[in-house]
């Protein structure tokens, strides 16, 4: 089992930035990839970025540019840095662990961008 927390969510100004968090425990060792994906009401989940744990990184390419997915050596820590926010970023942040054959998701950190 692994267990994810998100943290850093908020509201903040358009063009602004946020740096979310992800902390994961349990099984971490087995985990090969991890990400961040949002969800508005009525839309499903999309992915924003993913990083495996061989570091590849890879972005939707409304974020490219913006965002950035990185995480901590131990690999219990991840982060999605958030620059040059846009109202259409309003969403809920999810993190995914990624293991064979199965994902684990947190709950979800609410990020909300004012006009």
């Known amino acids: 089992q692994v267990q994810l927390v998100e943290s850093g969510g908020g509201l903040v100004q358009a063009g602004g930035s946020l740096r979310l968090s992800c902390a994961a425990s349990g099984s971490i060792i087995s985990i090969n990839a991890m990400g961040w994906y949002r969800q508005t009401p009525g839309k499903l989940r999309e992915l924003v970025a993913r990083?495996?744990?061989?570091?590849?990184?890879n972005y939707a390419d409304f974020v490219k540019g913006r965002f950035t997915i990185s995480r901590d050596n131990a690999g219990n820590t991840m982060y999605l840095q958030m620059n040059s926010l846009k109202p259409e970023d309003t969403a809920v942040y999810y993190c995914?662990?990624?293991?064979?054959?199965?994902?684990?998701w947190g709950r979800g950190t609410q990020v909300t961008v004012s006009s």
């Open positions: 995914k662990a990624e293991r064979v054959g199965t994902g684990y």
């Open positions: 990083i495996t744990s061989g570091g590849s990184t």
